[in-house]
């Protein structure tokens, strides 16, 4: 191979790694959250809504919910559907003191993602 076709190679190759990049880093990351991660809240909210970064297949989203002593309370599905930014569900079985949420849902490359987060109804109740 001449040096001017190693060259030429060399930055092709260069051209492509932002895409490469790009795909690598293409996983939904949820970005806000209602409630808010971590806050306390005087009362129950409207409804429990998980924004990302992209649309997520709420097809296959999911939020299983947790008492303070680590019980589970109900999983639950969206009231949204197809692919969309923000994921709503009901949030009437929410109860007083800290909840968590442990999420689930598969980002626009088909990957699945999912986290934890606790918050805080009426006052902080310190897990058993």
């Known amino acids: 191979m001449s040096k001017h076709s190693a060259t030429l190679v060399i930055m092709f190759l260069i051209t492509l790694l932002p895409i490469f990049q790009y795909q690598a880093s293409a ?3 949820l970005e806000k959250s209602t ?3 971590q806050g306390v809240i005087k009362d129950k909210p409207e409804a429990i809504k998980l924004e990302f970064n992209e649309p997520v297949n ?12 680590g019980k589970k309370i109900k999983d639950l599905k969206p009231i949204t559907t197809g692919w969309s930014q923000t994921v709503v ?3 009437e079985q929410i109860v007083n003191g800290t909840n968590t949420i442990e999420w689930h849902t598969v ?3 088909g990957h699945e ?6 918050f805080s109804v009426g006052k902080v109740r310190l897990k058993m």
């Open 58 to 69: 709420t097809k296959y989203s999911s939020v299983t919910l947790f008492d303070d002593k």
């Open 27 to 29: 996983h939904a990351t």
């Open 35 to 37: 409630p808010q991660q």
């Open 107 to 109: 980002s626009a490359d």
């Open 113 to 118: 993602v999912g986290d934890t987060f606790e």
């Open 89 to 91: 569900f009901s949030s």
